[in-house]
């Protein structure tokens, strides 16, 4: 038995096919009841293209392939940016010392370096060059855009950057309040806003710039 959606997109093939225009369609189903949520995408389905027959648009998919690429490069992308703040952070702890911190504090850097340092030898390449090969094939063929794990995990990492950046705003206004603000941990601050700001800009960007596309 059909579902309402698929009584809906058989009946603007349909229409389509028939010569109706899209302003008449659209008339037509809102007066039947159809919401625009519903009309909008059913009409979008389908190219606006001087052709006998409707042409279907591209719709998302999803690719066991492109799910490995997607994923190992988000991951990368994830280990890089954690280890790059640590290592960083690292840095800060041995420019400021804490004079709360003993010899134990000091080996605990050096063993947290080598392992930020090992991360981003290793996971910052595989990233970029992951990242180089879907920029290629996205260039090459535009309707990959449409992958769905390439979206999903855009939105995911949009979302872990804007948490990032919300709970980096609330320790620095709660240190502001308690009036606890130090170079060291001022410095912390801007190390998360840096990674997480630019991560969730170049990402944002890259939606924006798609939609404008079309």
Known sequence: MATSTEELQR???????QGQG???????????????????PALAAYADTPFP??????RPYLSPREAFLYLLMFAT???????????????????LPDPADGAYAAAAFDHSMRW????????LPVFLLVARVLSRELAAT??????AVRRWL?????????VALVGDLI???????????????VLKVLVVGVIAGGVFSYYLGELRREEREG
Do not use: C, M
Not at 22 to 40: F, K, N, S, T, Y
Not at 77 to 93: E, K, Q
């Open 11 to 17: 009946f603007v093939r349909e229409a389509l096919a």
């Open 171 to 185: 320790a620095l206004v709660y240190r502001l309040l308690g009036g606890e603000l130090s170079l060291r941990f």
């Open 77 to 95: 992308l994830y280990l890089s940016a954690w280890h790059l703040g640590s290592l960083v952070f690292d840095l800060i702890n041995r420019a």
């Open 142 to 147: 535009p309707a990959k855009r449409l992958s």
């Open 154 to 162: 855009t939105y995911l990492t949009l979302f872990i950057a804007a």
């Open 22 to 40: 899209r302003d008449a369609i659209a008339a037509a189903l809102a007066h039947a009841g159809w919401p625009p949520e519903q009309v909008e």
């Open 53 to 58: 027959v409707p042409v279907p648009r591209p």
């Open 116 to 123: 930020s340092v090992a991360t981003l030898v290793v996971a």
